[in-house]
């Protein structure tokens, strides 16, 4: 198993109801086995944010959701402006 710590900003922290927490996954977990989890604990509210949001992979944005996750991951929600 390894520890991941997820970071979640604004509409992400919402759905959430929190700004972070650890989670212990597998060793061979991915975006899309975080993203599948995520939306199994936090439901529509997470899915709305997901649908157009970001996952930073240790600082880093990551969009396939083949990914390896690593030591940190933030959850971002899409941002207006730019």
């Known amino acids: 198993m390894a520890t991941v710590t997820v970071r979640y900003f604004a509409a992400a922290a919402e759905a959430a109801g929190r700004e972070q927490e650890q989670l212990e996954l597998g060793p061979d977990a991915t975006v899309l086995t975080l993203r599948e989890l995520l939306l199994e604990r936090y439901g529509a509210a997470m899915e709305r944010v997901l649908r157009s949001g970001s996952f930073l992979v240790d ?19 899409p941002f207006a402006g730019g």
């Not at 083949?66 to 959850?75: C, I």
């Open 59 to 77: 600082g880093i944005v990551r969009r396939s959701p083949s990914t390896p996750l690593g030591a940190s991951v933030d959850v971002l929600p």
